[in-house]
């Protein structure tokens, strides 16, 4: 989230990243998409999190140039204390120079993810 907007009403509302730098591969351990990247932070025993998994896959399968990136909260606290990730899952919509352009905590709608994604191509 940036500003007032989640990308769902699933989703609660959480700080963004005041303008930080933008990620690439080297931090999220996989290729930024052509268009845009869903950058998902999970955790072993969220319920939550496997249902966002495959919400975000679905988009990412259905929009061309989307990339959708799973990342384990535990193994990579660093990222989760730079981005200030509080719980998970947490979901970033980044564009395609890996700038934060949205970003929710909890399980987000199909459509939600799909129209958040309207400002980051």
Do not use: Y
């Amino acid at each position: 989230m940036i500003g007032n907007q989640a990308l769902g009403a699933g989703g609660k509302n959480v700080p963004g990243r005041d303008g930080g730098r933008p990620l690439g591969a080297s931090d999220i351990g996989e290729r930024l998409g052509e268009r845009a990247t869903l950058v998902q932070f999970s955790s072993a025993f969220c319920q939550p999190c496997r249902a966002t998994r495959r919400v975000l896959a679905d988009v990412a399968a259905l929009v061309p140039g989307v990339a959708h990136v799973e990342i384990d909260a535990e193994a990579r606290l660093d990222l989760v204390r730079e981005l200030r990730v509080v719980k998970t899952p947490t979901v970033l919509v980044l564009d395609a120079a890996g700038h934060e352009v949205r970003r929710a905590a909890g399980q987000p709608r199909k459509a939600d993810v799909i129209a958040a994604l309207g400002e980051a191509v």
